[in-house]
């Protein structure tokens, strides 16, 4: 069975105590292949490989860097079929979505900060005849990169690309539930000449590899893509030593629909926004709210369009809905389905593990589920689940939407359908939250600021935000008079 290696100065080697994981194939339940259980002597080693490429690799043109970058990008490409296969298999996802979009948009990652750090300037500010001020910007160091097993290469290359292309050297993580296209990322650093040292990638648990490298005091600057509480684990670590931190956090984002949506447009895409890579996106609008006038209409509608949705075998083409991504997360899942329903509520579709046939009989699926009848204060319409699991909720006024949808500790995204343009930008005005869709979900635009507010995070990554994170100001003023 393959043994997954960590990715330090440029070459594939066993962890220092040559200890493995198992690494589970969710659509089976089967163990497949081995992860490093790697720990602090580990990082050490990364740590030592970055600090000594930082000089060369800060130094190297950006036009090299960004050949080097695209280089990647187009093996990503390349390789595309064989890493959205193995994405599925280690995560659960269909294929045809890992196909569609975690791998296009690992090489677009790459892509995108390859070309767009060259475009990237910094600002001058002219104090009239007395003097002129312009600022530097420079690499920070040795960034950690840690990242949630969801979208594994999608999130794990969203961090590292902005990095490296601004010169900083990597130490990063991937989680250690989905490690596999993290791995095969690293021989295809290899392949496109990435010089040793400028990343290096640390398999294993969030508690040994995550946390040394939270603590560790020459990475100076933190990003996390992952839950709250480690979140808030990781800025307790990280804020006495004055690290920079970027949190992109957990979500419970609002779906709110108006009677005066495009109902077809608004229903297609919901499903989506509902129950994509099975609810496991930090995106997926998990409570909707549905104005009174259209509410039973969309109940029914919605509830016969989730109930056509195949849940199968990842690799099927059919299955619009694969595995979640382990055992714990299944019993985590399934465990707020049976709060939802000590909370009073009425379970409309779903609500019970699927069991399905052959070598996929141990598998952990869940079926899409649906539930009403829930207050918008209860435990389930407050905690993330991150699972295939909605719910749905009328509202009779504006205000009384707005009330809803801001009252939960989280802010990442909010969705929103209406054709009445000014009800839209009034709401969106008001709505707490970093990213909101109106009348579309995940359409995204890489240059745009990307994260949440309130406990959803701190920072914004894409676009020049992610460069300027990975880059330290350093203003410079010279008297002219
Ligand atoms: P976790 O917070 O459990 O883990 C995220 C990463 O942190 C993993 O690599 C994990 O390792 C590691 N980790 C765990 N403990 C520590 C620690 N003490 N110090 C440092 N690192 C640690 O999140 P999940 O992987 O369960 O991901 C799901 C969460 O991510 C959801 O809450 C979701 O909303 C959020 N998310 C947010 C996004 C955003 O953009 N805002 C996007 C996608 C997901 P290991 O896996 O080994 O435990």
């Not at 939270?214 to 509480?229: D, E, N, W």
């Not at 979500?251 to 608004?266: L, V």
């Not at 909010?414 to 707490?432: G, M, V």
């Amino acid at each position: 069975m393959l043994k997954i290696k960590n990715y330090i100065n440029g070459e594939l080697i066993e962890p220092s105590k040559k200890q493995y994981i198992d690494n589970y194939n969710p659509a089976t339940g089967k163990v497949y292949s081995f992860i490093p259980d790697s720990d602090e002597s580990d990082v050490e080693l990364a740590v030592a490989a970055a600090s000594a490429a930082f000089h060369s690799w800060s130094n190297t043109p950006k036009d090299e860097r960004s050949r080097i970058m695209l280089k990647i990008s187009e093996l990503i490409e390349k390789n595309l079929e064989r890493l959205a296969v193995a994405e599925s298999v280690d995560n659960g996802k269909p294929v045809s979505l890992a196909r569609m979009v975690d791998i296009p948009r690992a090489a677009s990652n790459f892509h995108f900060y390859a070309t767009g750090i060259l475009h990237y300037a910094a600002e001058s500010h002219s104090m009239e005849d007395t003097a002129i001020n312009y600022t530097l910007r420079s690499p920070v160091g040795v960034a950690g990169c840690i990242s949630p097993w969801n979208l594994p290469l999608y999130l794990f290359t969203w961090k590292i690309a902005p990095a490296i292309a601004s010169g900083n050297c990597v130490v990063a993580k991937p989680s250690e539930v989905t490690p596999m296209t993290a791995y095969l990322l690293s021989e295809l650093c290899i392949e496109a000449g990435l010089p040793k040292g400028v990343l290096n990638i640390v398999h294993g648990y969030g508690h040994k590899v995550g946390s040394a490298i939270t603590a560790h005091p020459k990475i100076p600057l933190i990003s996390f893509t992952g839950g709250t509480k480690t979140g808030a684990e990781i800025a307790r670590v990280a804020a006495p030593m004055f690290k920079k931190l970027s949190l992109e956090l957990g979500g419970k984002n609002p779906n709110i629909i108006f009677a005066d949506c495009d109902f077809e447009k608004m229903i297609k895409t919901t499903i989506n926004s509902s129950f994509a890579n099975q609810g496991q996106i930090c995106l997926c609008g998990s409570r909707i709210l549905v104005e009174r006038s259209i509410y039973d209409k969309f109940k029914k509608e919605f509830v016969a369009s989730v109930n056509k949705m195949k849940v199968g075998d990842p690799a099927d083409a059919a299955s619009r809905v694969g595995a979640v991504v382990s055992k714990p997360h299944m019993e985590k899942v399934l465990s707020y389905i049976e709060l939802a329903k000590e909370e009073g509520g009425t379970v409309l579709c779903g609500g019970h593990q699927i069991k399905l046939e052959g070598e996929f009989s141990e598998g952990y699926y869940i079926a899409p589920t649906v539930i009403e009848g829930l207050t918008a204060d209860c435990r389930t319409n407050q905690e993330e689940i991150f699972g295939p699991v909605v719910t749905i909720m009328p509202f009779d006024t504006e205000e009384e939407a707005l009330k809803h949808a801001n009252s939960t500790q989280y802010g990442l995204a909010s969705i929103l359908w209406t054709e009445n343009l000014t009800r839209a930008h009034r709401i969106a005005n008001q709505l707490h939250a970093g990213i909101i869709w109106i009348n579309c979900w995940l359409l995204r635009d890489l240059r745009t600021p990307f994260g949440g507010v309130k406990s959803s995070g701190v920072g914004r990554e894409g676009g020049f935000e992610a460069l300027n994170f990975f880059t330290e100001p350093k203003n410079v003023c010279i008297k002219i008079k």
